[in-house]
């Protein structure tokens, strides 16, 4: 079964270019699209030298987009403008909220039943975006549209493990809410293999994992975001979603998507991935008074940022 076709929107870029990388290496993959508005062709011919099975074909600009995206199993979107320090996600609103309309735009046209998985940020704007523009074209499934939220459990099972002197492999920390500042909550609680925290460094652990984004964007000085990692988390999220697509029993990620387990209408939690994307919310769990606490104070600003990611998909001709 290991045949998908996954095309990467976005593919030259800081994350695409990893991205397509860690794709090309997999051999769930048999046919890898790349397409950007620069540099494509570059990218392409470098990764088809790459002695996998992937069939690697670049596309370069708007007019090859549809082609790009026939056929295809998986749609991974880390198109966007990367945070600059003192920004916040929230800033890249404009310039990726077009861009995101615009290519899930096509997604709908060209491949309706695609799993589309969007990394550009912020994704607590984004979703509500691309499930706006898939209503629009009259193909919207909610169990097949994925904000990647992967690098907060990957940042938290590599920051839990550290302090505990763990290996890092065999940590598994869920991460619910959004993907952004105080959006972001550990559930500490409920990691695996089971480890305590005095509240204070539990606080500063807390802490570390919502703001991990911008402890890389400030090292980086002005020259972009966390791109490796991100591909990392970006390659490992479509790789569950593949092996679940495949047939895979107990496939388990988090995500940001269309949710009924809070007051909020978008909501991370972990999901069971089956042969037609989400086959089972699992919901928050059983969780610790503080993680109520930040559960309750994350939903301001998640209502406001899918209200404004909404708002924006309305007058988005």
Known sequence: ????KVAVLGASGGIGQPLSLLLKNSPLVSRLSLYDIAHTPGVAADLSHIETRANVKGFLGPEQLPECLKGCDVVVIPAGVPRKPGMTRDDLFNTNASIVATL?????KHCPEAMICIISNPVNSTIPITSEVFKKHGVYNPNRIFGVTTLDIVRANAFVAELKGLDPARVSVPVIGGHAGKTIIPLISQCTPKVDFPQDQLEKLTGRIQEAGTEVVKAK????????????????FVFSLVDAMNGKEGVIECAFVRSEETESPYFSTP????KNGIEKNLGIGKIS???EKMVAEAMSELKASIKKGEEFAKNFK
């Open 1 to 4: 079964q290991n045949n998908a």
């Open 104 to 108: 899930t735009s096509a997604c709908a």
């Open 221 to 236: 000085a002005g020259a972009g975001s966390a791109t490796l990692s991100m591909a990392y988390a970006g390659a490992r």
């Open 271 to 274: 999901l069971l991935l089956g």
């Open 289 to 291: 008074p503080f993680e």
